[in-house]
């Protein structure tokens, strides 16, 4: 087929403008690609963006509570902020965890966050971290009034998470009141109580164990302690102090307040080994929500307790941190509520489990 003159520089034309406007692409595309693959290694492999290196020192790993919480903290801080998390056990010493701090620092991280083995020394380990422009986070054991107001008055990047323990005291109380006969097994008008709390000195301890017995008073139910101890959170000084309230008392035992769920299973076993069946003889009631408390509850062995909602103490923890990282303004202090806890359908709604 012969081609006209006309249609040669027709078709000329077309395949100039279809190099031209290619090119263009082409260029275009190249620049366009090299962006693209700047987060990319050679291979194709997406690389995650780096976080912040976060250092985190805890009272003590065999606290069954700071167990769960930590491990919340690390996975959140990890899967949300692709943060670096050195993890560490102050294992109760505070010179310990002062080190651990000062650690912290000279390594270069950009948060610290402490849950600390004595608030007494939380303006310590604050001013080395202000000093080194680290933001400081306190966890579980808040510090006094007084000093979170010397961190907003210094515009220090210092704050504190935390719950409030006269709530949970509250709740201990209040539990009781709705138990048959409002605690009073023995219908003589009192409660004969013992009180297992946590460590000598402690806030949460003092506060958990002053307003439980609050709470029976506003209930209108008179209280009487027969014994007090200090069960250090754990579940072997709570049974060996339990086995001492039942050597002395015995009968007259009509509830066990416990500073936590630890101690309340540890009070169940010596309960059972004196021969009293919990839930019938004596109610228990702890604090923190535990699984095997919360199962401990479905049998009958506990009467209840409150729920310390780790996981959204974890989370709120770790993005208060990062807020603070990133130069933004946090408040000195949160609170995260606590809740009641007499039955397993209430625990597994609030875990949002079937």
Known sequence: MKWSKKRILLAFFIMGTTFLLCG???FGGHKEGKETQASETESGEVLEEKGPKIGVSIYRYDDTFMKLYRSELKQYLEET???EVVMRNAGGNQEVQNQQVSQFIADGCKGIIVNPVNTSVAGKLADASNQAKIPLIFINRIPKEAEQLRWKENQMAVSSVGTDSRQAGTYQGEIILESPNKGDLNGDGIISYVMLKGEPGNEDSEFRSEYAIKALFEGGMKAEMLY?????WGRENGKKQAQEAFAQYGKQIEVIFCGNDAI???AKEAAKE???VPGKDLYLVGVDALQETVQ??????IEGTVLNDHDGQARLAADTLIKMINGEDADTKYLVDYIKITTVDE???LKGEE
């Open 264 to 266: 309340a299973m540890g």
């Open 228 to 232: 007090e101890a200090n069960g250090d």
């Open 296 to 301: 401990a509850i479905k049998s009958g062995d």
């Open 274 to 276: 004196a021969g009293f």
């Open 81 to 83: 902020y692709h943060a």
């Open 347 to 349: 625990f597994k709604e």
């Open 24 to 26: 263009c692409n082409f």
